[in-house]
């Protein structure tokens, strides 16, 4: 059974940079599936930040504004998150999940981390 | 980017009760459309994907349906574990996009 574990820094000084990692366990990064990250701000709701594929293809949210770089590391079966530039906005809890697609093609994130929270604030 | 709104924002229901949970897309998104319920200190969990089909695992009292844009999540006879709060999210377009969320308490 696959489970995916958060972990990096809960506080970040403004206009710094935001350092994550999801740990696989379970099951290898490198299966022909996708791995996303996904924040929720407080008080709000859930917002896509973007995905890598197994070969390491990435596609991002727009709204970050060119600030996140999503990689992976397959021999030690994790994929990482960075935000640069950040402010008090990406202060959140920050979710790893696996993106997985069914035999008809349709997606989902069928197994998710229980979050990181990541404060900035100096 | 596609824009999902729920409804209600907040539902208020008792253990047996049956709810139903919408989220309307600002365009057309076929089939491509997920729900997860939430809860504090917990993974996230996939109940539906593709509109309707249950995610393995899910108990039967959860049910999603789809009519052109509209989208809904029935649960039935709910039970105390339910108490959380839902998201649709769209997985048609990028950006994917989730609702504003639909929290579902205990009256």
């Known amino acids: 059974q696959v489970q995916l574990r958060e972990s990096g820094p809960g506080l970040v000084k403004p206009s710094g940079t935001l350092s994550l990692m999801c740990v696989v366990s379970?099951?290898?990064?490198?299966?022909?599936?996708?791995w996303s990250w996904v924040r929720q701000a407080p008080g709000k709701g859930l917002e896509w930040i973007g995905e890598?594929?197994?070969?390491?293809?990435?596609n991002y949210n727009p709204s970050l504004k060119s600030r996140a770089t999503i990689s992976m590391d397959k021999p030690k079966n994790h994929f990482a998150l960075k935000i640069s530039s950040v402010t008090a906005a990406d202060t959140a809890v920050y979710y790893c999940?696996?993106?997985?697609?069914?035999?008809?093609?349709?997606?989902?994130?069928?197994?998710w981390g229980k979050g990181t929270t990541v404060i900035v604030s100096s | 980017d596609i824009q999902l709104t729920q409804s209600p924002s907040f539902l208020s229901a008792s253990v047996g009760d049956r709810v139903i949970i919408t989220c309307r897309a600002s365009q057309g998104i076929s089939s491509y459309l997920a729900w997860y319920q939430l809860q504090p200190g917990r993974a996230p969990k996939l109940l539906i994907y593709a509109a309707s089909t249950l995610h393995s695992g899910v108990p039967s009292r959860f049910s999603g349906s789809k009519s052109g844009t509209e989208f809904t999540l029935t649960i039935t006879s709910l039970r105390p574990e339910d108490f959380a709060t839902y998201y649709c999210q769209q997985l048609n377009s990028y950006p994917y996009t989730f609702g504003q969320g639909t929290k579902l308490e205990i009256k």
């Open positions: 999940a696996r993106f997985d697609y069914d035999s008809s093609n349709f997606s989902y994130m069928d197994v």
């Open positions: 890598i594929s197994f070969g390491g293809h990435t």
């Open positions: 379970g099951g290898s990064i490198s299966d022909n599936i996708w």
